[in-house]
């Protein structure tokens, strides 16, 4: 699997939780999924590296992304308001994006769904259907998913 994965894909993993930024950081490491991987901690920090602002206006390490891994609940920005922008701004809104949360709220589910989002996966708790759920979410967006170049 590692060898199919080409050399450019790039993931903005925006996720607060160190435990959770962790983990995923942990499998993506495993599976080979990426070769670029960014992390920010907080909305306003996915923002300004997606489009090149604030601390990134000089060069921005998400100028290449191919999947964002958002989390519902953050800092600063949360993640309704960073999929809003993404998808309503032509230089982003083709790049998937998975919400990643441990929300099972039905209104955040269909808010998500109303923005754009084109996944909404709940984190499992269990360790073992983490790891399981942030690798069959990769082997997807990742590799068998056809997008727009």
Not at 37 to 56: N, Q, S
Not at 57 to 63: N, Q
Request: proline share 4%; aromatic share 8%; charged share 30%.
């Amino acid at each position: 699997m590692n060898k199919t994965a080409p050399d450019n894909i790039s993931v903005l993993l925006v996720e607060d939780n160190e435990d959770d930024a962790e983990l995923t950081l942990r499998v993506f490491r495993q599976y080979h999924f990426a070769n670029h991987i960014h992390v920010a901690r907080d909305g306003a920090e996915a923002l300004d590296c997606l489009f090149g602002t604030g601390a990134y206006a000089k060069r921005s390490p998400c100028e290449q992304t191919k999947l964002i891994l958002l989390d519902l609940k953050l800092p600063k920005v949360d993640g309704l308001e960073v999929l809003r922008r993404c998808k309503s701004d032509e230089r982003t809104k083709a790049i998937p994006v998975v919400m990643l949360t441990s929300s099972r709220e039905e209104q955040d589910v269909i808010e998500s769904y109303k923005l754009g989002v084109n996944s909404y996966l709940v984190k499992p708790v269990d360790f073992h259907q983490f790891v399981e759920a942030v690798k069959q979410l990769n082997v997807y967006w990742l590799m068998l998913n056809q997008r727009p170049e």
